[in-house]
């Protein structure tokens, strides 16, 4: 396998420095081999990261291939600096057995650019009646930590006592769509002002602060830990502050959409603004900005969800929720956190470290010598606008189209193969389906 | 101005000069021949996608009135239920030659979605979309209004009838399931816009999340408003029997009680005070049979000047003419 030698990075914002990749992992620079054999990457100018880890993205493979692949997602996450990423379980068939996510999880293997590794669901096809076979799905070939019914609401609350109950035997995690289903029935949007006007049926806060307040109780009384998808309202956030006062073992997820977009934008009635929780309020936003700072926040999950055109290009009410978000996440990120003390230590911390920690997905989170060589260069000073038809996820609902953001992903090193080069897909990791165990 | 959607972005000089416009038209509704040849070769088409024979027919006399040629569309029994894109319906439906599209769609913003995707090049006019806003039913209630205020006969030709005039000052109260009604936003929107007093009466399951956002005065009980205010008309609302089902009230009987035009309440109101309906009427449960049939009801009026609200619209739309006034 290649070496690499990246020359004069900013490592984490923190100063400029050497990292060297050998045999996949960072190595100390002395030790790549004598005689220059090591591709040099001028890096000066670029900010290190660890590779980024996404909690929440949606492949849709198998079943929906024709909105994205496991190799398209893949390839979307490698070129937003992503070198693990969480597959949701609302796949057709449901990812709720064993065999789907050795499906899942090997795909994501032959694809190559990017750690897949897929989420199970709670409970048996997201019916929220039974609990799917979680300790299968955690011993199998896939080894998942990570169970949620994302899409649809664990409301049962003795169903979701029990599985937070029952993943403690392998240090899982329940990640929770916060979403009471009577309060949300036929909603299209933020209830709030904008609903009043545009006539749309209402989402309103309190189904999604209502489910959390449950859940982090519960998460108290069994003594488990939750996670939260996709926190959207300044009462959540108020919730899960209060609940991490108490010692109660829960973080946070927020989306970039939800740190930049207000429900002003569903004016123009153009579904490419329709997500699954709904865009809230610029109050909203500011909150969840404030505690992605503060650090009541966790992580950054993207919630890509990509649609094709038909799905996307009607009118508002028939159309399917969801934006992509990969390949914009860290740029748009950076861009909702200008006004914050959050520097790039705070982007790995969100977006690498964090994850990486929650998920057990150890491969992933460090740029110390040892390490798997998981690496994101970034250009802080690179302004450009925003082209979803340039993107590699074969998804055109990305709602920043045509915005300008001054950073830009020019390189991702996955387990020691540079995925993506100056900003541009090469080639799978070589090793095919065994780069982790080297 | 190159659509009609909504009654929110329209500015009270367009609103007036439509009013006006429709003024003009409602003479030629009183000639022998009721037609002008202004859209003569020009083909509108009512793309109907949930159902409403009023407004449908309403559009059509409208259009032809004008000369123009009127195609109708209804979902029922077209592709749209074998599952055609909205897209496919409009672009086939426009490949046919339309000029003008009528919408009415049960979705919130369709009608704004087709006149902003580029998929078609015509005027787009809302006929009622889903629970967001139903312009041309609040035209036609201002006309209505305008001249019945003004101590003009509420429909048929006028001279020198109140051309130029806002509804200034006039006290309105609109009544009953204000949440799901596209009736009322638009009402209130231009009601508000020609400086009319707006005020609301529901019970509070029946009104928006935010409604105290809007430029009107709530009330929850339907006596006091009454007793508090002398009001110059009352729009009363439809409301759906399904509702109940929803506990938006806990039955028909309740609902009607407190919120309806009973005739407890029609004797108690002002001499001068209008009623008013967008039909289809549920008698008996938000207005009774002798408030829909007493002398101060312009509900017939409303259905009447509807055809001129329309074919002001039409024209305005197709023609391109401004009023003078502007």
Not at chain 1, 5 to 26: H, M
Not at chain 1, 203 to 213: G, K, L, R, T, Y
Not at chain 1, 233 to 243: C, E, N, Y
Not at chain 1, 367 to 376: C, D, H, K, T, Y
Request: charged share 20%; aromatic share 4%.
């Amino acid at each position: 396998m290649s070496e690499y030698l990246i020359r004069g990075a900013n490592i984490l914002g923190g100063g400029a420095g050497d990292i060297a990749i050998r045999d996949g992992r960072i190595v100390d620079p002395e030790l790549l081999t004598a005689g220059g054999g090591a591709e040099v990457i001028d890096a000066e100018g670029l900010i290190a990261l660890p590779g980024l880890v996404d909690m929440h993205t949606h492949l849709r493979e198998p079943g929906k291939e024709d909105a994205e692949t496991v190799l398209t997602g893949s390839q979307s996450a490698a070129a937003g600096g992503f070198t693990c990423v969480h597959a949701m379980a609302n796949t057709a068939p449901v990812a709720d057995t064993a065999g789907v996510v050795e499906q899942v999880h090997r795909l994501g293997r032959e694809a190559g650019y990017t750690e897949v590794v897929p989420i199970g669901a709670v409970t048996i096809g997201l019916e929220g009646k039974q609990l799917a076979e979680l300790g299968a799905m955690a011993r199998s070939a896939a080894r998942v930590r990570v169970f949620s019914d994302d899409g649809i609401c664990v409301w049962d609350p003795l169903l979701m006592r029990r599985a937070l109950e029952y993943v403690k035997t392998f240090d899982g995690v329940i990640a929770q769509h916060a979403q009471e289903p009577r309060l949300t029935e036929g909603a299209q949007m933020n209830e709030g002002v904008v609903s009043a006007e545009l006539g749309l049926p209402g989402w309103p806060a309190v189904a999604e602060e209502s489910i959390i307040a449950r859940d982090v109780l519960l998460a108290e009384h069994v003594g488990s830990r939750l996670h939260i998808c996709h926190v959207s309202t300044a009462g959540s956030v108020d919730i899960v502050r209060w609940a991490k006062s108490r010692g109660v073992q829960v973080t946070a997820e927020v989306t970039p959409h939800h740190l930049m977009l207000t429900d002003e934008l569903v004016r123009t009635f153009d579904p490419v603004y329709k997500v699954n929780p709904p865009l809230r309020t610029d109050a909203d936003v500011q909150a969840l900005r404030e505690a992605l700072a503060d650090g009541t926040i966790d992580v950054i999950g993207t919630d890509h969800a990509p649609h094709t055109a038909e799905h996307k290009c009607s009118e508002w009410t028939a159309a399917a929720m969801g934006m992509v978000g990969m390949e914009t996440a860290l740029p748009i990120v950076v861009e909702a956190m200008a006004d914050h003390d959050f520097d790039h230590g705070d982007l790995a911390r969100v977006m690498s470290q964090t994850p990486a920690r929650i998920t057990g997905a150890s491969g992933h989170g460090s740029l110390e010598i040892g390490a798997s060589a998981n690496i994101v260069l970034i250009d802080p000073n690179a302004p450009h606008r925003i082209v979803p038809g340039e993107h590699a996820t074969k998804g055109r609902n990305n709602p920043f189209a045509g915005l300008e953001v001054s950073t830009r992903i020019t390189d991702t090193f996955f387990y020691g193969h540079r995925v993506l080069a100056d900003g541009r897909l090469t080639t799978p990791h070589p090793a095919g389906a065994s780069w982790t165990d080297q | 101005m190159k659509h009609l959607l909504d009654t929110a972005s329209l500015s009270r000089a367009e609103a007036i000069s439509l009013l006006d416009i429709a003024e003009e038209m409602a003479l030629v509704s009183a000639r022998e021949v009721k037609k002008l040849p202004v859209l003569r070769g020009r083909t509108v088409v009512n793309l109907f996608f949930e159902d409403s024979t009023r407004t449908r027919l309403s559009f059509e006399a409208a259009a032809k009135r004008l000369s123009a040629d009127v195609l109708n569309f209804s979902a029922k029994g077209s592709s749209v239920s074998k599952g055609e894109s909205l897209q496919d319906t409009v672009q086939t439906i426009s490949a046919m030659g339309a000029d003008a599209l009528v919408v009415r769609h049960s979705g919130s913003g369709t009608p704004h979605r087709l006149a902003h995707t580029g998929w078609i090049d015509v005027p787009v006019i809302n006929a009622g979309d889903g629970t967001h806003e139903h312009p041309t039913q609040a035209l036609l209630d201002a006309f209505t209004l305008r001249r019945a205020l003004g101590g003009f006969p509420a429909s048929g030709a006028v001279k020198d009838g109140p051309r130029g005039q806002g509804l200034d000052g006039a006290k309105v109260a609109i009544v009953g399931d204000i949440l799901h009604s596209r009736v009322a936003r638009s009402n209130v929107h231009l009601l508000a816009r020609l400086g009319a007093e707006v005020h609301l009466i529901a019970p509070p399951t029946l009104l928006p999340w935010g409604v105290e956002t809007w430029p009107v005065t709530l009330h929850y009980d339907f006596d006091e408003a009454l007793h508090q205010v002398d009001f110059a008309a009352l729009m009363m609302l439809r409301v759906q029997h399904e509702r109940m089902h929803e506990s938006f009230f806990p039955n028909e009987r309740e609902y009607s009680r407190l919120w309806g035009l009973s005739a407890a309440r029609l004797a108690r109101l002002p001499r001068e005070t209008f009623i008013m309906h967008p039909g289809p009427m549920n008698r008996g449960f938000e207005i009774s049979a002798a408030a829909a049939d007493s002398d101060r009801t312009l509900i017939l009026d409303q259905v009447e000047n509807g055809v001129s609200v329309r074919m002001a619209v039409l024209y305005r739309l197709l023609t391109g003419q401004e009023d003078h006034n502007e």
